[in-house]
């Protein structure tokens, strides 16, 4: 473990902590009182993210909503929303795709799907296995996104080029299977745990480090 970035870690951290604790107050107001549609856009945000930069992503989402295109815009309709966004083709497709799983007699019933999960781990597998387009990072970003995955961690290139330069892991996999995921996430946790930060702070923190701001 590198003792100097560690002491990086914690002097940022003591510096954005109030921010943190806003923004995760934020995303559990999402799941307490948001509507079901804000739910849905969560989940296309992070269905764009794979190889995208964040802020675009969230742009295009916005864009799709302005459109009133987030509850019933085709592919081709949701396609030239997609600015920016890598992959748009298939991106749109996915988001087509994710919204019939969530969509019953015409209406977005996503919160009561997700709560039929016991925690996070087992609504992470359930996503995986059921949304196209949706990995273990993805899938992790959406639940701390609506505040149900604060012992999640988002293993994106920003987290995973840190845990790297800390010492936690000994290389930055070029692509990373579920159990791969799982074990990294694993030894984050326990970093996490040993520097006396939450798992879903630490994340904040890292990506704050290397973009200087606290998004989503």
């Not at 764009?48 to 799709?64: G, R, V, Y």
């Not at 899938?139 to 609506?146: E, K, P, Q, T, W």
């Amino acid at each position: 473990m590198n003792k100097e970035r560690v002491k990086e870690i914690k002097n940022i951290y003591g510096s954005i902590k109030n921010k943190i604790e806003e923004r995760l107050e934020e995303f559990e107001k999402l799941w307490k009182n948001g509507r079901e549609e804000d739910i849905l856009a969560e989940l296309f945000f992070c269905l764009l993210t794979p190889q995208s930069k964040a802020k675009i992503c969230w742009n295009a989402i916005l864009a799709i909503k302005n459109k009133n295109l987030l509850l019933d815009g085709s592919k081709e309709e949701i396609i030239p929303m997609l600015k920016g966004v890598r992959f748009k083709n298939k991106k749109a497709e996915y988001i087509v795709d994710a919204r019939k799983i969530f969509t019953n007699d015409g209406k977005v019933k996503i919160r009561s799907m997700l709560e039929k999960f016991k925690d996070a781990y087992e609504a992470r597998e359930w996503l995986v296995k059921n949304v196209k387009g949706m990995g273990y990072k993805e899938a992790s970003h959406f639940l701390r996104n609506i505040g149900k995955g604060k012992n999640l961690a988002i293993l994106d290139r920003h987290i995973l080029k840190n845990l790297y330069l800390l010492g936690i892991i000994n290389e930055i996999p070029s692509s990373i299977s579920g159990k791969k995921y799982i074990e990294i996430e694993n030894k984050m946790r326990k970093f996490a745990k040993k520097i006396n930060i939450p798992l879903a702070h630490l994340d904040l923190v890292l990506w704050y480090k290397e973009t200087g701001e606290i998004f989503k």
